[in-house]
């Protein structure tokens, strides 16, 4: 039996450093034993999903010098390998568990739904659907389908016993089936959800070894009993152990840099991040060498070397071995190549030149006016961000808005940008001039550079979040009682100006 694994990230948002971890054990796994690595691209949140996300992944997982053997970008014999481009699969399979008599329509409203959950959560109940829809004769259930009643499609499971997972690295796993939701299946708009999705996908992929997330844990029972309806052998299950901060919680945007694309911007050597997230995924033995390519990684690589406790993402250690494949992995010629590439590429340098050309009476200004576009994390100070008209109070609020909604924005361009840091200015019910200089002075280190949406834009979502990030932490980073209130006034405010 030929090994086969996959990576199957969502285009929703930046690519994630936990997205690289898990490509590469899949990637590692697949290679150490002759086989093969498939990437595909979950896309059924239609409202969240974009083709920029998804080229910002593709690009930034082959940045980092990962490959695969199928995919979206290359094909293959089993694809479509985007999941929006396989919707009559899934209803073919959705028709078959249904007559089957394994899944069943339910007609109940976000309403009624609501209703339960709060009436389930008041008697301290698992939160689980109680199965209302599943007892409707085929009558009434035909009847609300012919007066167009919105329906989604969801799985039976049963009410008692055990359901035992097998994890190759964690051994067995049991769940109640009592405490197992019946999973939505297919969605009213007649797109599946994960679970289907991920189900059929593994196997028409001929997936043999499913590795993901610890996150999955909860949802193995439902696939479990997916395979179970289908007829089909599941494949194995490797449960990886999430990254996590230093201080053990999960690792997060809000306390440190999850972007693979900021790793980048702030010059980090792909190979040394490799090796890293490789580290952090299958610990090395007593006297082998840390410092690794892919080839090696994939060679050493052995299930049972992965932790089963959570990886600390430790940024010195990453540091550590940057700076060793810097000096001993490149000679003169190539640490030249890597530091114009990073700095000086021709498309980067021209809307560099172009934003500080009208700002300048001498050429040897450039250094000090756009040094920050070459900078990492920026050191300021909270007397340099308390040098215009906002207070501590308002600029923190200020930072922290701008946050939330420039995390939210679909598109990274000028035009969102000025966008929402307006859209900041109108919720504090300020003058626009007096928001932009903090923010001017904690992205570009002074309260006067270049224009400064187009410095953002040039910045890039990841290292503009992490300079706002940490001027907020200068300040004061909001209490959970600040976020709340604060998400409140930005809500109030955009419904005023709707």
């Known amino acids: 039996m030929k090994v086969r694994t996959r990576v199957a990230p969502s285009p929703t948002g930046d690519p994630h450093v936990g997205t690289a971890y898990v490509a590469l054990v899949n990637y590692c796994f697949a290679k150490h034993h002759g086989g093969e690595f498939l990437l595909r691209i979950e896309d059924t949140d239609q409202a969240r999903s974009t083709p920029e996300s998804e080229r910002a992944i593709l690009d930034s997982l082959h940045w980092l010098g990962l490959s695969w053997d199928e995919g979206p970008d290359i094909g293959g014999p089993h694809g479509p390998y985007r999941q929006s481009e396989r919707s009559e699969i899934y209803k073919k399979h959705v028709r078959q568990l249904l007559d089957q008599g394994d899944a069943f329509k339910c007609f109940c409203t976000p309403a009624r739904l609501e209703e339960m959950r709060v009436a389930q959560r008041a008697a301290a109940q698992p939160s689980r659907y109680d199965g209302l829809c599943l007892t409707y004769p085929p009558e009434e259930t035909a009847r609300r389908e012919a007066a167009g009643e919105p329906y989604v499609v969801r799985m039976k499971v049963p009410d008692s016993g055990v359901c035992v997972v097998e994890d190759v690295r964690r051994g067995k796993i049991e769940f109640e089936w009592r405490a197992v939701d019946m999973q939505v299946l ?72 999850t972007g693979i694309l900021f790793y980048q911007a702030m010059g980090y050597l792909p190979e040394a991040l490799l090796n890293f997230l490789g580290l952090l995924s299958n610990s090395v033995v007593e006297g082998q060498d840390e410092m690794m390519s892919l080839e090696q990684m994939a060679q050493r690589f052995s299930v049972e070397h992965i932790p089963l406790g959570g990886p600390v993402f430790d940024v010195a250690k990453l540091d550590w071995l940057n700076g060793r494949f810097i000096r001993e992995g490149l000679d003169h010629d190539a640490f030249v190549g890597r530091v114009r590439s990073w700095a000086f590429a021709p498309a980067r340098l021209s809307r560099i030149a172009g934003l500080a050309q009208s700002r300048i009476e001498r050429l040897s200004d450039l250094g000090l006016l756009t040094a920050f576009f070459f900078a990492g994390r920026l050191p300021v100070t909270a007397e340099q961000l308390r040098g215009g008209k906002l207070d501590d109070l308002a600029m923190r609020q200020a930072f922290a808005l701008a946050q939330w909604e420039l995390d939210a924005l679909r598109e990274w361009n000028v035009v969102g940008i000025e966008r929402v840091l307006k859209g900041v200015a109108d919720a504090l019910e300020r003058k626009f001039r007096d928001v932009a200089r903090p923010f001017y002075v904690a992205i570009t280190g002074s309260p006067t550079s270049v224009p400064l949406f187009d410095a953002m834009e040039l910045l890039g979502r990841d290292m503009v979040r992490e300079r706002l990030r940490t001027a907020l932490d200068v300040l004061g980073a909001p209490s959970k009682k600040e976020q709340d209130e604060w998400k409140k006034l930005a809500a109030a405010s955009a419904e005023e100006s709707e």
């Open 186 to 257: 297919m969605k009213s708009d007649g797109l599946p959800t994960y679970h289907l999705a991920n189900v059929v996908d593994d196997h028409l992929m001929e997936i043999t070894h499913v590795m993901r997330g610890e996150e999955w844990v909860s949802s193995a029972p439902k696939h479990v009993l997916l395979y179970r309806y289908f007829g089909w052998e599941m494949p194995k299950l490797i449960h990886l152990p999430l990254l996590r901060n230093p201080d053990k919680s999960k690792l997060s945007k809000r306390k440190n840099p």
